[in-house]
């Protein structure tokens, strides 16, 4: 089997292959925090070979999801935190493509869906009405907790630059979740390193809450679906010391990569998508200066 990797740096590494099966290379609890986005499930189509994503069914969505998880259970550190977003999305989508009914547009994912009459399409392996909010992301943290994880909060990210919907028979969507999960009871989490001001009490500051407004980025080279430099930065001072290595099995853009090695962190990233991560050397860490700084 040839070598997974694609750069390794002293500090950031990047691995091509599929996750689950690049997992299995790495070292038992080597990482000290996962903070990852998978692809959405039926959103966007990559034309990768066993993407996650366009499975056959939501179900199969949710155990292939799981699978990984299992693998990299035990790669994260006995006191390690998974920091987990997913986005929601409905049965059906308008038109042959996302439009701009989808507040998903620009994240992980595409077309996946069969048509079921007139314009619109619904999602293969979906059952119910096309208009159904399918509910993923708590059916994959179910699942999470069924396999064994510790479910210790849902974050809501707060886009505080939504783009509009047109539907008229809902509320838009401007949200989408941020799950923190551990292996054990007793695990390490800096409260400190992310704490907030407080709203009553001028210059002193409080525990962060479970609403995090960050506004969304705009895409980076051909990847659409990137990260908020701030919502990766949250999970990392939360999760991790300076030193400590952060993992994302579907690294992207690498995001998650630039903002660990700013913050003093070792990263290791995998991606199904080659291109994706020589984009990545070419415009995230073959520069001398990040293209954003710290919060």
Same mark, same amino acid.
């Given at each position: 089997m040839p070598?997974p990797d694609?750069f390794d740096?002293?500090?950031?590494?990047l691995?091509? $292959?599929d996750?689950?099966d690049? =997992?299995?290379?790495l070292?038992?609890?080597s990482?000290?925090a996962?903070v990852t986005?998978?692809p959405y499930f039926g959103?966007?189509?990559?034309?990768?070979? %066993?993407q996650?994503?366009?499975e056959?069914s939501?179900g199969d969505?949710?155990d292939?999801?799981?699978?990984?998880?299992?693998?990299?259970?035990?790669?994260?550190?006995?006191? %390690?935190?998974?920091?987990?977003n997913l986005?929601d999305s409905?049965?059906?989508? &308008?038109g042959?493509?996302? %439009?701009?009914?989808?507040?998903l547009a620009g994240r #992980?994912h595409?077309?996946a869906?069969?048509?079921t $009459?007139?314009?619109r399409? #619904?999602k293969?392996?979906v059952?119910?009405?096309? #208009?159904?909010l399918l509910?993923?992301?708590w059916?994959v943290?179910f699942?999470?907790q069924?396999a064994g994880?510790?479910l210790?909060s849902d974050?809501i990210?707060r886009k505080?630059?939504?783009l509009?919907e047109?539907?008229t028979d809902?509320p838009?969507r401007?949200h989408?979740?941020?799950?923190?999960f551990?292996k054990?009871?007793?695990y390490y989490?800096?409260a400190?390193?992310?704490?907030?001001?407080?709203?009553?009490? &001028?210059g002193?500051?409080?525990n962060?809450?479970?609403?995090?407004?960050?506004?969304?980025?705009?895409?980076?080279?051909s990847?659409?679906?990137?990260?908020p430099p701030?919502l990766p930065r949250?999970?990392?001072?939360?999760?991790?010391? &300076?030193?400590?290595?952060?993992? *994302?099995?579907?690294?992207g853009?690498?995001?998650? %990569?630039?903002?660990a =090695?700013?913050?003093?962190?070792?990263y290791v990233?995998?991606?199904?998508?080659? *291109?994706?991560l020589e984009?990545s050397?070419?415009e995230?860490?073959?520069?001398?200066?990040?293209?954003?700084a710290a919060?």
């Open positions: 070598s694609v740096d002293g500090t950031v590494r691995l091509h $292959g996750a689950r690049v =997992a299995a290379t070292p038992s609890a990482v000290q996962i986005s998978p959103l966007r189509q990559y034309e990768q070979p %066993g996650y994503g366009a056959a939501l969505y949710i292939h999801l799981t699978g990984l998880f299992d693998e990299l259970w035990r790669v994260l550190a006995d006191d %390690g935190t998974l920091w987990l986005g409905y049965a059906s989508q &308008p042959a493509a996302r %439009g701009a009914d989808s507040e #992980k595409g077309a869906q069969i048509r $009459g007139g314009t399409r #619904k293969a392996g059952d119910g009405s096309r #208009k159904n509910g993923v992301p059916r943290a699942a999470l069924d994880w510790i210790r974050i990210w505080s630059n939504a509009p047109s539907v809902r838009t401007a989408e979740y941020v799950f923190l551990a054990s009871d007793r989490f800096d400190d390193a992310i704490a907030e001001p407080s709203r009553k009490r &001028p002193e500051v409080v962060r809450r479970t609403v995090w407004d960050i506004p969304t980025v705009p895409s980076v080279g990847h659409e679906a990137v990260f701030d949250l999970a990392i001072r939360a999760g991790t010391r &300076p030193g400590d290595t952060v993992l *994302d099995p579907f690294s853009s690498s995001t998650t %990569g630039a903002v =090695a700013l913050e003093g962190r070792q990233g995998i991606d199904l998508n080659r *291109d994706y984009q050397v070419r995230r860490f073959s520069q001398p200066v990040l293209p954003w919060a």
